[in-house]
T-cell receptor, first 112, second 114 residues
Framework: QKEVEQNSGPLSVPEGAIASLNCTYSDRGSQSFFWYRQYSGKSPELIMS????GDKEDGRFTAQLNKASQYVSLLIRDSQPSDSATYLC????????????FGTGTRLTVIP | ETGVTQTPRHLVMGMTNKKSLKCEQH?????MYWYKQSAKKPLELMFVYSLEERVENNSVPSRFSPECPNSSHLFLHLHTLQPEDSALYLC?????????????FGQGTRLTVV
């Protein structure tokens, strides 16, 4: 079983719509969760971190965490063409304080 | 200076060559990482240096050898690589804490083995 799983997509949404990205993880003891954005040919850029159950909002981005379901999601409101990128879910597994594991990423395309 | 700097940005090497990748972080962090990113695969954690202690992924071949002389510098020494080692190699750093904190990445080294 993969430690972190994401739907690889591609996911296409029209400009101005809400994009919903999902991620599940295998280790119930995981404590910290992150979303990274990666443009083609570039390195991953941290956009959200979440540590406790519930929602965390930052501008157009909302991260949602449900530890009981081992599920974390990212919502992007008012999607813009500049949001087109691959979004990586990352989870810090309890096996090591700083062992950050990534999903394969979901490719998002926002259509003007 | 940007937070995490990697050199070189691009590297082409033959299978018999020896080369090194360099990473430097200016964020005051105490943990550094090497990741490998291949097409259509998740980022693969290769090595972690946390509080100057090394943790490694046992599946990483011995032709990759890390070195961390201090908390700001990290190297990845490469020798007798294979074509399948061609990938983007990413360095990252974070402030080590139980439960983990955010990791910040350098721009990566695009490695091609011929």
């Amino acid at each position: 079983q993969k430690e972190v799983e994401q739907n690889s997509g591609p996911l296409s949404v029209p400009e101005g719509a809400i994009a919903s990205l999902n991620c599940t993880y295998s280790d119930r003891g995981s404590q910290s969760f992150f979303w990274y954005r990666q443009y083609s040919g570039k390195s991953p850029e941290l956009i959200m971190s979440i540590y406790s159950n519930g929602d965390k909002e930052d501008g157009r981005f909302t991260a949602q965490l449900n530890k009981a379901s081992q599920y974390v999601s990212l919502l992007i409101r008012d999607s813009q063409p500049s949001d087109s990128a691959t979004y990586l879910c990352a989870v810090n597994l309890k096996t090591g304080a700083n062992n950050l594991f990534f999903g394969t990423g979901t490719r998002l395309t926002v259509i003007p | 200076e940007t937070g995490v700097t990697q050199t070189p940005r691009h590297l082409v090497m033959g299978m018999t060559n020896k080369k090194s990748l360099k990473c430097e972080q200016h964020l005051g962090h105490n943990a550094m990482y090497w990741y490998k990113q291949s097409a259509k695969k998740p980022l693969e954690l290769m090595f972690v240096y946390s509080l100057e202690e090394r943790v490694e992924n046992n599946s990483v071949p011995s032709r990759f050898s890390p070195e961390c002389p201090n908390s700001s510098h990290l190297f990845l020494h490469l020798h007798t690589l294979q074509p399948e080692d061609s990938a983007l190699y990413l360095c990252a750093s974070s402030q080590a804490a139980r439960g983990g904190t955010e990791a910040f990445f350098g721009q990566g080294t695009r490695l091609t083995v011929v």
